[in-house]
């Protein structure tokens, strides 16, 4: 199963009062203590132990409603079909109408869980149980944690001690699932399949035996898997949360019996109702000591003799879908027709896809009829041999004939359960040819029949792929601790909580003592040095990358004499800017210091000094303001895309260490200029970038950039982690006339980025040249939220009072995070909105968009509306510049204009007055806008949301 109740229960009662010591498993001597059990005696559930779920879905942390309960389950449990009669538990399934406020269901069933009332971290946990044979029954018998603290499904984790399909009762399956919070998660999974004679109709003991680092699953006390090997992520994060997180917490029990969904598909007319889920019995236990975890690493495997071997480095054969593809409709086709070494096109009839594909000199098309229920409806599958340790780079191109989704992965067949050993990615794909790609260690034990899936499910719009390559890259440094550290989530401290990385949990420290120990405890998380003489204890994190502003410094601290410590913060050479000393307690005390750098520091530590034994956790170190510049650093994660200066952006020739190419490269003055003589062999051979572009996960962002060449040539668009993974590939066709060029793409996952123009040789060669780039943006789409009040500017605010009438009028409708981020810069679209709500201008008539406001631009009506009203204009080349942060000497400009206030008649231009200068001093003395002190009148400065604010509120009250 996959997902449950979002909302935790009230705290833990463990159930061990006095119950009995029992040893499990003849074949070992290990003794397990009882601590729960239910033998389902009498007539009624037992409340004390277990609670009963209604429903088909739940809410998740966003307050949204998820049908299906994530899983496309198509019944609603029903406090009815849970039974307890004959010392059993029945969840029985029927076909029944029920109705509520969420929907009307066809079927019922029933579900309890024990959260709330029984859960525990670590232990053996059994259930003896009679299954429902049947197609679309999907029996469970699994744990979730009882509180999320690594975060949502499933980077909390999921433990799936039995899971069935009734239409196949040879089989149960058992996984664990894990990694980040949907959809990066992962999976990891095998089955069982019953001795001749036996199925899951009868009744079978399935249990899990939990220990520290280790999962190990039984049938009848039979092992057939044992796991060691999993992750925990969090974006915020600069690294994975420490092993064996996610299992390392309590989780509690779940019984279901499912009907439909994913796992085993629907109903048919031959499925039989009312059939039940019977349970004997429910017991859990624990023993007095545990195995030590052993931190997973895994080290390249040799390759199993007599696999399938890689041709010029390609694991994959026939890349470009020339030779056969075997069609698999029904499951005796994937019986008898599957190909061990070609492609095959899969379309199980279990799934309800329909579909063809054809092949051509762009690869293999698929069409499809009927797109099915999951993304695996539709198939491209091959079989790969994938080594234990080593990294994978699996890349390949695709268009469609409109935008679409491709599920990619790379995993087992079914004799593995289907584990995941790639991450499962969502690609964006357009309707121009682009390259995809997708980077991942094989941490599993070696598969030489792991599956690479293109599935192309949930979709009737036609799809081609070609060229697809799996090949295998250097390993990728999982901490990279060297690296400058910069804010993460405001924070400039990395692991702060002491919980990430290595399983010793001090990853991004650094602890010297002659005289002390320094270690990270299990149980406290609390980074604890134990003094054995006297001395000092040093705790530090180099390497810290810190703007100039304001800060905040936050720890905390403990004692065993209430001894003081002392925090400091040194820059380059030891250069010290702050040394400060406070008083660890004998109990955990929150602390905290402030500090102003005047000017940024590139390589700043920050150090803590200990003279007596004690502990350090939660350090955190913010700088004021830098929550609303990360709002809008994350809406426009590029940064001087306007090439004022050289800041930011890096060029590569590949000519100056190896090949032909040559080219010489300007920045700065408010263009990238590339004189390139020769293109070399490859496109990357000449780059212009910007690396460290951080995008998030499920956000849509769009990329736009004028370009222009002396001579007419082809260049490409990419945005790739350090990986080399695309979330973006766009070849861009340039000519003198330049053109104004933009892409729009979805982010699977959070990461870290780059975003390259390749001026290579992405066509042939091309004759000497000249490449101009100008006016860069990168912008992440932010849907606006309605009200007149925002987490971040409300009555208390000093200037509330002012602007409450725009407010109220639905001038400003904020962001969909519920703020209005008054501190970050307007840009000219933002403002173009704000005014023609504010003096309720029509929508404008004109047919003829701006070069970069296509037509079909959201927005487009409020700027055509304000050019024809005069109040904004674009350049000579018909381009509005949306994304440009508006200065304040144009918002001078635009409001005289719009609201008719009139020039200053006391102003006389001086030699070094800029060309607004007028209309800032026009504003000014009318008490419109104020100056920045000492008589500047900031003309070139930018204007912030709610500065912009306060002039109109102000304009529309003349």
């Known amino acids: 199963m996959k997902k449950t109740v979002a909302t935790a229960l009230a705290s833990t009662l463990v159930l061990q009062a006095m119950l009995p010591t029992v040893v499990k498993g003849e074949e070992t001597d290990d003794m397990w203590k009882l601590t729960f059990e239910d033998t389902f005696e009498g007539t009624t559930l037992d409340k004390s132990k277990w609670s009963i779920d209604q429903g088909n879905g739940f809410y998740d942390d966003n307050g949204n409603w998820v049908p299906g309960w994530g899983n496309e389950e198509l019944q609603s449990y029903e406090e009815d079909n849970v039974i307890v009669k004959d010392g059993m538990l029945h969840l029985e399934g029927r076909e029944e109408t029920v109705s509520n406020d969420k929907g009307t269901y066809n079927f019922t069933s029933g579900k309890i869980h024990s959260q709330g009332n029984f859960s525990q971290k670590y232990g053996r946990f059994e259930a003896s149980m009679s299954l429902p044979e049947g197609q679309g029954y999907w029996p469970a018998f699994w744990m979730m944690p009882e509180d999320d603290k690594y975060g949502g499904w499933a980077a909390s984790g999921e433990i799936d001690i039995m899971e069935a399909a009734g239409g196949r009762p040879s089989h149960i399956g058992g996984a664990i699932h894990y990694g980040g919070q949907w959809p990066n998660n992962r999976f990891t999974a095998k ?475 300007t920045v700065g003055n408010g263009k990238a200029e590339l004189a390139i003589g020769d293109v070399g062999q490859n496109p990357w051979d000449i780059q212009l970038f910007q690396e460290n572009v951080a995008l998030k996960a499920g956000e849509t962002y769009t990329l736009t950039f004028d370009v222009a060449s002396t001579v007419d040539r082809t260049i490409e668009a990419v945005i790739e982690n350090a990986s080399y993974e695309r979330y973006l590939s766009e070849e861009v066709a340039v000519t003198a006339a330049g053109e104004t060029v933009s892409f729009t793409f979805d982010m699977p996952i959070s990461d870290t980025t780059a975003v390259k123009f390749l001026a290579g040789n992405v066509d042939g060669e091309v004759a000497p040249h000249t490449l101009t780039f100008e006016n860069v943006s990168l912008e992440m789409h932010v849907e606006e939220s309605d009200g007149v009040s925002f987490s971040d500017f409300d009555e208390s605010h000093a200037s509330y009072e002012e602007v409450a009438e725009l407010l109220e009028r639905g001038i400003v409708k904020g962001f969909g995070d519920g703020t209005m981020r008054p501190g970050q810069s307007i840009t000219r679209m933002e403002a173009a909105i704000l005014l023609t709500r504010v003096l309720e201008l029509a929508p404008g008539n004109d047919t003829e968009a701006f070069m970069d406001v296509p037509l079909d631009h959201p927005s487009l009506d409020y700027v055509l509306a304000v050019r024809e009203a005069g109040i904004f204009s674009g350049s000579p080349f018909n381009q509005f510049f949306p994304k440009r942060e508006l200065v304040r000497g144009e918002a001078a400009a635009i409001v005289l204009r719009a609201f008719g206030v009139p020039y200053s008649t006391d102003f006389t231009r001086g030699e070094n007055d800029d060309t607004f200068s007028h209309e800032v001093q026009s504003l000014v003395e009318a008490e419109l806008m104020i100056g920045r002190g000492n008589g500047d009148l900031a003309v070139r400065s930018s204007i912030t949301r709610l500065e912009f604010l306060l002039l109109l509120a102000r304009a529309d009250k003349m």
Request: glycine share 8%; aromatic share 12%.
């Open 191 to 665: 089955d069982y399949y019953f001795p001749e004679g036996i199925d899951i109709t009868d009744f079978n003991e399935y249990a899990v035996e939990w220990e520290p680092g280790e999962i190990r699953w039984y049938v009848n006390d039979e092992l057939f898997q044992t796991l060691n090997n999993w992750s925990s992520e969090n974006a915020n994060n600069a690294a994975n949360f420490s092993y064996p997180a996610p299992f390392d917490q309590e989780f509690h029990l779940i019984l279901n019996l499912a009907i439909g969904g994913w796992y085993g598909g629907n109903p048919d007319e031959t499925t039989e109702f009312n059939q039940a889920v019977k349970v004997d019995y429910v017991r859990a236990y624990e023993m007095d000591e545990y195995r030590e975890p052993v931190e997973p690493i895994s080290e390249p495997s040799e390759l199993p003799e007599n696999t399938k071997q890689p041709v010029d480095g390609n694991y994959l054969y026939d890349p470009s879908f020339d030779g056969d593809i075997s069609s698999i409709r029904t499951p005796a086709d994937l019986e008898s027709s599957f190909s061990e070494d070609g492609w095959n096109f899969v379309y199980l009839e279990e799934f309800g896809a329909d579909a063809t594909f054809s092949q051509g000199e762009d690869g293999v098309t698929i069409d499809a009829s009927a797109s099915g229920s999951q993304p695996y409806s539709i198939q491209l599958i091959q079989n790969a041999t994938v080594g234990e340790g080593r990294w994978y780079r699996l890349s390949f191109d695709a268009k469609a004939e409109a935008a679409r989704t491709l599920n990619v992965k790379v995993g087992a067949g079914p004799e593995r359960g289907y584990t995941a050993y790639s991450p499962t990615r969502d690609f964006q794909v357009g309707t121009d040819s682009a390259r995809y790609e997708l980077v991942f260690q094989m941490t599993n034990e070696t598969d030489p029949r792991a599956r690479v899936e293109l599935n192309a499910g949930l979709s009737t719009v036609p799809v081609t792929i070609d060229n697809v390559v799996l090949e295998e890259v250097d390993a990728v440094d999982p901490y990279n601790e060297d690296a400058p550290k910069t804010a993460i989530a405001g924070n400039h401290i990395y692991n702060g909580t002491f919980d990430q990385g290595r399983m010793d949990r001090t990853t991004f420290w650094q602890f010297e003592s002659d005289v002390a120990t320094g270690v990270v405890p299990e149980d406290t998380r609390r980074f604890t040095y134990t003094f054995d003489g006297a001395g000092e204890a040093e705790l530090m994190q180099p390497g810290l990358v810190l703007p100039a502003g304001d800060y905040t410094l936050a720890f905390n601290t403990m004692s065993d004499a209430s001894a003081p410590i002392s925090v400091s913060v040194t820059g380059e050479n030891g250069v010290e800017l702050v040394n400060e000393s406070v008083t660890a307690p004998t109990s955990a005390q929150d602390h905290e210091v402030t500090f102003t750098l005047d000017s940024a520091v590139d390589a700043a530590a920050l150090t803590f000094v200990a003279t007596a034994s004690g502990s350090i956790d939660n350090v955190s170190l913010m700088r004021e303001g830098a929550e609303e510049e990360e709002a809008a650093g994350e809406r426009f994660p590029l940064l001087n895309g306007s090439f004022e200066t050289d800041e930011h952006w890096f060029s590569h020739v590949q000519g100056q260490f190896d090949g032909t190419s040559q080219a010489d490269v």
